[in-house]
């Protein structure tokens, strides 16, 4: 449009675009609504501003008008390039030999709230990137799963978590995150138990934990993985438990022997007494089938002493532990924790 010379300008006839294309269409008696969103930029006459420069200007502005919801119109602003280029620089470092080499992990006991012992220490991923420095996994696992890495990275991963594993004192397990890549592939299981067995690390060492939206992508596949780690002994825990799209369904499903509660959920259980109500209710749904619990994100005292009182089997978080390298577990076997907690519902049974 060679008049619309200002954002101002340009944003008013996007609007008149959407309204003309929300006007209800009638069709067979029925009437359809539709919705748009609308992107634009402002180019100038610049030698810069090719035509595809524009193209790609304007879709950076459409998917900011979509995150607005439907019937946005945004123009483009700078800004909105540096999610994009962050992206391209992490999908070309993914992508470049020999990555894997920048990758590490560190540990985080999982802590046994009845007793303060370290039930297993859960890997995380890092990376340090010569470049962009200490990428988190948040950041850099969805991108190397839609890429199609992710099974390479997490192999050197397991490797590495593995090794250190095996001089653990034998009660400490180990927890790993699967991918939903790797828990849908057909014959995962039987790789990692081969590669357990390689690695001389017995099968009830390692505990798996897998994510409902892993479980979304391919249910059948990842029941059989599931079950085939299962029955050599790898135990099975749900991770982020009440983040998203909880399903209960799942738990009559599969059979698991952990569940861990969202950090989301338990912080939310010192904000209000529904927050409370609803943590202990999940704790008692968990009780009821038999599963422990394990309440992340544990950061301070008073959660601790709250999920203690209602009862949490286990607990994770910066309070009790943080993440850090092999080395720095060190000896620890046994966290200490707050004194004088009576859990919840036990207090006849004391
Ligand atoms: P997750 O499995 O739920 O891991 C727990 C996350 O919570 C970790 O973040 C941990 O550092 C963080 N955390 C622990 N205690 C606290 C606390 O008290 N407060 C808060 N705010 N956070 C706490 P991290 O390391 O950034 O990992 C994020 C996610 O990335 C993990 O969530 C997991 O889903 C995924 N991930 C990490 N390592 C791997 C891996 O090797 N393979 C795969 N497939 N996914 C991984
Ligand atoms: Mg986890
Ligand atoms: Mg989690």
């Given at each position: 449009m060679t008049d619309a010379s200002n954002a101002v300008s340009a944003r008013s006839i996007g609007a008149r675009i959407l309204a003309a294309v929300n006007r209800p269409v009638t069709i067979a008696d029925r009437a359809f609504e539709v919705s748009a969103s609308c992107g634009m930029t402002i180019g100038s006459r610049t030698p810069d501003m090719t035509p595809s420069r524009i193209m790609a200007d304007a879709d950076l502005a459409l998917y900011q008008a979509k995150e607005e919801g439907s019937n946005s119109v945004a123009i483009f602003e700078p800004r909105m390039e540096a999610p994009r280029r962050r992206r391209l620089q992490i999908e070309r470092a993914l992508r470049a030999?020999?990555?894997?080499?920048a990758l590490h992990v560190v540990f985080q006991p999982i802590v046994d709230?009845?007793?303060?012992?370290?039930l297993a220490h859960e890997a995380l991923a890092r990376w340090t990137d010569p470049d962009m420095g200490e990428v988190m996994p948040s950041e850099f696992i969805p991108i190397a799963e839609q890429l199609n890495l992710i099974q390479r990275l997490n192999d050197r991963l397991m490797d590495i978590a593995i090794a250190e594993a095996r001089?653990?004192?034998?009660e400490i397990r180990l927890a790993f995150n699967l991918s939903a890549l790797q828990l849908c592939e057909r014959g995962f299981a039987a790789t990692l138990l081969h590669k357990l067995r390689r690695a001389g690390?017995?099968?009830?060492?390692l505990q798996v934990e897998v994510t409902e939206t892993a479980l979304l992508a391919d249910f059948d596949r990842a029941r059989q993985n599931i079950h085939g780690l299962h029955e050599a002994g790898v135990l099975i825990v749900l991770d982020?438990?009440?983040?998203?799209?909880?399903?209960?369904?799942y738990l009559r499903e599969l059979k698991f022997d952990q569940i861990k509660l969202d950090g989301a959920l338990v912080t939310a259980a010192q904000d209000s007494s529904d927050g409370k109500r609803l943590l202990q209710a999940v704790i008692g749904l968990c009780d009821l089938l038999g599963v422990a619990s394990v309440a992340e994100h544990i950061e301070s005292e008073e959660l601790l002493r709250l999920v203690m009182s209602l009862g949490c089997t286990a607990g994770q978080g910066f309070w009790l532990h943080r993440p850090v390298p092999?080395?720095?577990?060190?000896?620890?076997?046994q966290v200490s924790l707050v004194s004088n907690v009576v859990p919840f519902g036990r207090h006849a049974a004391a």
């Open positions: 030999p020999q990555m894997e080499d709230l009845a007793s303060g012992r370290i001089s653990w004192p034998s690390l017995a099968t009830n060492r982020d438990f009440g983040a998203g799209y909880a399903s209960i369904g092999a080395h720095r577990l060190g000896a620890i076997e």
